[in-house]
């Protein structure tokens, strides 16, 4: 039987700066917060990005860096580590870059219980809102309980000049909530996992509003500002479920599979698109039509064609897929589904393009 939780405190954040030039505010929305001693986390491809406006609008307000640590490991006893060297003095924690400086940067500033500033560089997923950290746990990569960021701030002007695989992987991470909160949705009615209304609508919104009003030119502004905003939002989803059902379903377990049978992975969004896509027909989702349109639209076919998967790693990562997470209902957990996405890889057409 399944009993609803406990009341239990849901942490958002307190600052949210989406915009172009949002760098340069950086030490004013420090100083408004009161967080004067700053660490940072980040990576050697960001300082380039970054600096000098970084250091600038950190100079304009009096912040100070005590310490700055190059996240080049997310081990967790790394990362422990840096955590518990940094000064005492640290007011604030901020992560600048991409996947490791965030994952890394969130981590340490749990376990030092300080607030935590997240700067992405780049789009790919919504995984720097989110209450986890993805780290190297004994050589496998976790999620582990992490806390959620005090503040986020996304300078678009940053994002502008980002890779399109990146933007492709933040678009595919986006779509996959169709399939994922109709994994959620069946497990409710199975009785298998409870439901949380509020985290679902939050969820689906983020997708309406990315594909509904903005297009679908991912190199457009407005479509990236509603990009990084549809990710914050799907990161607090998660928080709000307290778990990540509102985000992740059958696609991600299938490209976690991927992650650890294939020589090269793809990006987490565009190996997750491409699963959403299959689920969805599996899932005889009524909006399976709607990936298919966005992932058209947007250029993401045309894209992960050029760089395809290799069929034998997708099969043998559907073989897998369902043992990954005990206890959790998706539509791969049906005996049926593994045949039937066989089948579909053999003879769809968006699909032969992509798994080869
Ligand atoms: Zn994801």
Redesign the pocket.
Known sequence: MIIAPATKQINIPYLLKIGAGKMDRIGKYLFDKEMKKIAIFTSKNTISLIEPRFSDALKEYDIKIVERKLAESIDLEVVAHSAFSLPRETDAIVGIGGGKALDAAKYAAFLLQKPYICTPTILS??GFCSPGSSLLVEGGRKSVKSKMPFGVVIDLDIIKVSPPNFLYSGVG?MV?KITALFDWKEAFDRGLDRFNDFASMLSYNSLDLLFSKRGYDIYALEFQRSLATSLTMSGIAMEVAGSSRP??GSE?LISHALDSICVKPKL??IQ?AIASYLCALLQNNPNAHLINEILEKTGFWEFAARDPIAKEEFVAALKLAPTIKSDYYTVLSEKVSYDRAADLIATDQALKRVIR
Request: glycine share 10%.
């Open positions: 997923n919504d991470d996959s985000a992740s991600h987490h969004g997750v």
